[in-house]
């Protein structure tokens, strides 16, 4: 899922090498180290992994199987598929399989094989742990910590680790977190046994919707989509001014809805547009930040939302088609923010775009390449329809294969297919592996009673008040996001404080978005600010000033989660028409006022005087009165239309 995609072939001698941006993307991502293999071990894992996809394929036509079960195959593919796939040192060898992984990977899959052939017996006695479970399944957790290492980094195995000595060494805890303890034989137990730990609901997640629509994205990256949404956002956009950092919004916003990884988004589209952005005049750093922005913002637009939109579904018990309804007006207003911030920052620097010359035609693209679309659009009514994600997500494979078929160019002959099928397992095992870890977490939580440990001592240290609840809220969510992927940053921060903002009176789907945001934005956080990293390596910046620049670029997105909790009708719950009509008329005013202030033009370049006045209005547009609302559009509006009077200043020089 983190390899690099195709690139415009108009535009190819602005790309940076693969070779190069492989590695930038091996640096911050652990799930792209992988092998790479021929010979009888390249087939084998071929094989396994087309097997697992076939497995999902099949069952989300046909049926799953009972849903332990299910988890548990899934889990058994993908982690034996982790310890062939992936080395455990960076010194160790990327082409061949050393002996003791084969032996850990037969192991692992055991281990996980155990549920699958024993689940009968194991359901009939109450999960109670046998003399020889105790030490299969303390195995088992040890093998699930280090296939977690090799492929999703330290990180989280480390929290996992952390969660599981708290169970053990509870009675040792500081009085607030204090409880009795429990045996190993309990740890076991649940976190092995029972759908309470390993092959819990986020695991069970990633064996459905989270597996299918990753799957679905290979097919589609298989057949061209790719390189079409390059070429169309190209079209679209390159012309403009600035116009390559306008294509890197709409190309990482196109590739976002199918892709799960922040970081593999930048290599992606970055590739490419960051190369083009300092061409036209946009500094390394902005060019850096405006591409980690744009590639994390794919984590926030639905459909997929980085499989977090399935996730909280299941979490909540609502329907996907909920969750993605509540989703689109805060993505579209974060990426107008970015918009509108890069046209700005063109029009200040007088930045031209790319000339039309060396772009491609948007009606040439779209007779090519446009019944691509067709996948998207037939997803998209599905669900519509009320159909399942993941009975829409196997017939979007389908319509795949069938519409790519209608032109030579995008066919997916048997090669293909089984690339793809190959592809999408291995772009899975990241979060089939996550998942499994978080299941540790959610596990503890359970048996503890951690969760509401935790939310009882937010809500005492905030007093109480809701508006410190949530500043405290905003900066756990960010420090447990830094390094996790979206999936398991969003089951962390929804277990452990979420139920401290539901026990506050908040709207649990605000509280779930709440997190899901400020845990998103992590990637653009310093000091661990993974795609802004990356971004900076592909411009060759500073990567701490390319990080400031990315917060600075998406700072509507750390005041869109406070309009969920204040202003719920954002997430079109109980939404006036009305009322809704002048959130987001304030919503985009106020993300023009910050803008400009920020960035020193709108409408004509700004005295340093101005761009400070231009911030109250600004931030009171997102306030949840009506009154400061309508107050800030005015005073925008009349700041708007007195430098529009003033004789304009000369445009700075790049």
């Known amino acids: 899922m983190a390899q690099v995609e195709e690139r415009p072939s108009s535009i190819l001698g602005q790309s940076i090498d693969d070779e190069k941006i492989q590695k930038l993307v091996e640096k911050y991502d652990a799930e792209s180290r992988f092998r790479v293999l021929d010979g009888l071990a390249g087939k084998i894992v071929m094989a396994l992994l087309v097997a697992m996809s076939c497995y999902h394929l099949y069952t989300a036509g046909f049926g799953l199987l009972p849903i332990s079960i299910h988890r548990a195959v899934h889990l058994t593919f993908a982690i034996a598929a982790v310890y062939l796939l992936y080395p455990a040192t960076s010194k160790s060898s990327r082409t061949s399989i050393p002996w003791y992984d084969w032996v850990l990977s037969l192991l692992a899959a055991a281990g996980s094989a155990y549920i699958v052939f024993f689940f009968n017996d194991i359901a009939r006695r109450g999960a109670q742990v046998q003399p020889y479970e105790l030490w299969m399944g303390l195995a088992f957790m040890v093998l699930v910590l280090e296939a977690g290492r090799r492929i999703v980094g330290n990180v989280l195995p480390m929290l996992a680790f952390f969660f599981l000595l708290y169970c053990y060494f509870g009675r040792y805890m500081p009085s607030i977190f204090m409880h009795r303890g429990y045996s190993l034989s309990r740890i076991v137990q649940h976190m092995y046994l029972t759908p309470e730990g390993v092959f819990g609901v986020a695991l069970g997640v990633s064996s459905t919707f989270v597996f299918m629509f990753i799957l679905f994205g290979a097919f589609l990256s298989g057949s061209g989509g790719a390189r079409f949404f390059n070429e169309l956002s190209l079209a679209l956009a390159g012309h403009l001014p600035g116009g390559p950092a306008k294509v890197a919004i709409v190309a990482s916003g196109l590739l976002g809805t199918i892709n799960g990884s922040s970081v593999a988004n930048v290599a992606t589209t970055g590739a490419f547009t960051i190369p083009l952005m300092k061409r036209v005049g946009y500094k390394p750093e902005f060019a850096g930040a405006v591409e980690a922005c744009a590639s994390t913002g794919g984590q926030l637009m639905p459909p997929i939302m980085g499989a977090g939109a399935f996730i909280m579904s299941e979490f909540l018990g609502i329907s996907y088609l909920r969750i993605a309804a509540a989703a689109i007006i805060p993505a579209l207003l974060y990426y107008a923010a970015l918009f509108i911030n890069v046209h700005v920052r063109a029009k200040y620097r007088n930045l031209e775009g790319i000339e039309r010359d060396l772009l491609p035609k948007g009606k040439e693209v779209f007779a090519r390449d446009g019944h691509l679309l067709i996948p998207l659009f037939a997803i998209i009514a599905m669900l519509l329809m009320k159909y399942t994600p993941l009975a829409a997500a196997f017939w979007g494979i389908v319509t795949v294969i069938v519409v790519s078929s209608l032109r030579s160019h995008t066919r997916m002959g048997p090669v293909k297919i089984l690339k793809a099928l190959e592809e999408g397992a291995r772009g899975a095992l990241g979060v089939a592996l996550a998942c499994a870890l978080v299941g540790f977490v959610v596990g503890t939580s359970s048996l503890t009673a951690l969760g509401l440990t935790l939310s009882n001592n937010i809500i005492d240290i905030a007093g109480g008040k809701l508006l410190p609840t949530l500043i405290m809220a905003m900066v756990a969510c960010i420090v447990l996001g830094m390094g996790l992927p979206t999936t398991a940053n969003y089951i962390v921060t929804s277990t452990i404080i979420a139920p401290a903002l539901i026990k506050m009176g908040v709207f649990p789907l605000a509280a779930h978005m709440f997190v899901f945001y400020f845990g998103i934005m992590a990637d653009l956080t310093p000091p661990v600010c993974l795609a802004a990293f990356t971004g900076a390596g592909i411009a060759g910046a ?113």
Request: contains cysteine; proline residues 7%; glycine residues 6%.
């Open 542 to 654: 500073n990567p701490g000033k390319t990080g400031l620049e990315a917060t600075k670029i998406a700072l509507v997105a750390y005041a869109l989660p406070y309009t969920f909790i204040y202003t719920p009708a954002i997430l079109l719950e109980q939404a006036h028409p009305l009322s809704l009509a002048l959130l987001v008329v304030a919503a985009l005013a106020g993300i023009a006022a910050l803008a400009g202030a920020l960035q020193g033009w709108l409408m004509r370049n700004l005295s340093p005087a101005i761009r400070a006045l231009l911030v109250v209005p600004g931030l009171a547009a997102f306030l949840p009165s009506s009154t400061a609302k309508l107050a800030s559009l005015a005073a925008i509006v009349a700041v708007m239309a007195w430098t529009c009077l003033k004789s304009p200043k000369g445009a700075l020089t790049a």
